[in-house]
C-alpha cells in the first residue's frame, strides 16, 4: 500500500510504501465497531449510585389508612412507585463495563481501520514532526500551513516540546504508537504517521 508522503507544507511530495499487513487488509466494519465499543466501555468507571427504597430517607409511618380511601394500599413512601422512593435496580459503584477483546481481534480492528484510513486518503506519512521551543503557537501554524484543522499525529517519540506545544490545541492530539486508540483513528479527520512510527505500528498489528 502507498501511502502519501508530506513536505512542511502539507503537499504531497511522493509516495511511500507501507505494509500491506497493516494498511492493505479488507475493512470489516463488524470488528471494527466491537473493538470501539469495547475500547469506550473499558474507559468507564462505575462512579454512578443509587439509592433503593432501604435507603432513601423517608419515614415508617404508613401514609394513609388501609381501606375506605379509593387509592391503593401504600405502607411506606419509600416504594418504587411513589415519587421520591427508591430504585427497583438501582447503579451501584461497583458496576464494571468493561469488555474483553481478544489480542488478535484487536490488532486485527486496529489494522482495519488503518487500511480504509489509507483508502479514503485521511492518513498520510511525514518525514518527522519537532518544534524547537513547547511554544503552542509555532505549532499550530505549522499545522495551518499544512492546512489540516483536525489532525492525530502517531510519532515515533514524542519529546517534551511537542508535549507541551500540542496539548492546548483543540482539534490536535500527538500520541505515540503504543497510545493510539480506535476511537481516536475514527474521530480525527487526518492521520500523520511519521516513519519511524509506521515500522513500530508494523511490529504492534502486522
Do not use: C
Amino acid at each position: 500500500m502507498q501511502l502519501e508522503l508530506l513536505n512542511e507544507q502539507g503537499q504531497a511530495a511522493s509516495k511511500y510504501d507501507a505494509p500491506e499487513t497493516v494498511f492493505g487488509r479488507d475493512y470489516n466494519e463488524d470488528l471494527v465497531h466491537q473493538v470501539v465499543v469495547a475500547y469506550q466501555a473499558n474507559a468507564r468507571q462505575g462512579t454512578r449510585a443509587q439509592k433503593d427504597r432501604e435507603q432513601v430517607k423517608h419515614s415508617t409511618k404508613k401514609p394513609f389508612k388501609q381501606k375506605g380511601t379509593g387509592r391503593a394500599r401504600a405502607g411506606m413512601t419509600s416504594s418504587p412507585l411513589w415519587r421520591g422512593g427508591g430504585r427497583i435496580f438501582p447503579n451501584m459503584p461497583d458496576e464494571n463495563f468493561s469488555q474483553k477483546i481478544n489480542k488478535k481481534m484487536y490488532r486485527a480492528g486496529m489494522a482495519s481501520i488503518f487500511s480504509q484510513l489509507a483508502r479514503e486518503g485521511r492518513i498520510a506519512v511525514v518525514d518527522s514532526i519537532k518544534v524547537d521551543s513547547p511554544k503552542t503557537k509555532a505549532l499550530a501554524a505549522k499545522f495551518k500551513a499544512m492546512n489540516l484543522e483536525s489532525v492525530l499525529v502517531i510519532a515515533e517519540e514524542v519529546d517534551e516540546n511537542l508535549y507541551l506545544a500540542s496539548r492546548n490545541l483543540m482539534n490536535v492530539l500527538v500520541v505515540e504508537p503504543r497510545y493510539a486508540d480506535p476511537v481516536s483513528l475514527v474521530h480525527y479527520k487526518k492521520v500523520l504517521v511519521t516513519k519511524g512510527a509506521v515500522d513500530k505500528l508494523k511490529e504492534m498489528f502486522a
